[in-house]
């Protein structure tokens, strides 16, 4: 009994620190009118689900998950004012998130800069956008 005591303190403590190190990475994302909010900034490279919820009163949304360099409010515009997916690195998303509802969206993210858009016409200029960092 000696040695399980001991064991056994050992293994409680150390129980959450590597529950925390295994597992995907989740950020929580809230739509708003022409707003995008997160609940991280920054995630580990990785698996990493989005959990996202659009609490707009008025307004459908889209999220777009961009792999690029550029800070969030500096990404190449067309015509009607809406980010031009083509040119970018598009990772995933999720179209026409209803009032009220939301979805959940996993991808593997390497290292580096992220941008998180709402590309519905209008939203991106409106302020619908968010830097995501991933670290090594």
Do not use: W
Not at 98 to 121: R, W
Not at 125 to 136: S, Y
Request: aromatic share 4%.
């Amino acid at each position: 009994m000696r040695f399980t005591l001991p064991l056994l303190v050992t293994l409680l403590l150390a129980a959450p620190l590597l529950a925390a190190c295994g597992g995907p990475a989740a950020v929580n994302v809230t739509l708003t009118t022409y707003g995008i909010s997160l609940s991280t900034a920054s995630v580990k490279a990785g698996s990493v689900t989005f959990n996202v919820k659009n609490d707009a009163t008025d307004l459908i949304h889209e999220f777009v998950v961009v792999k690029t360099d550029t800070p969030a409010d500096q990404l190449t515009l067309d015509a009607e004012g809406n980010v031009t997916e083509e040119s970018l690195t598009v990772v995933d998303e999720i179209e026409d998130i209803e009032i009220g509802k939301g979805g959940e969206l996993t991808v593997d993210l390497a290292a580096g800069h992220y941008v998180l858009i709402c590309n519905v016409a209008g939203h991106y200029k409106g302020g619908m956008h968010a830097d995501l960092t991933v670290a090594p």
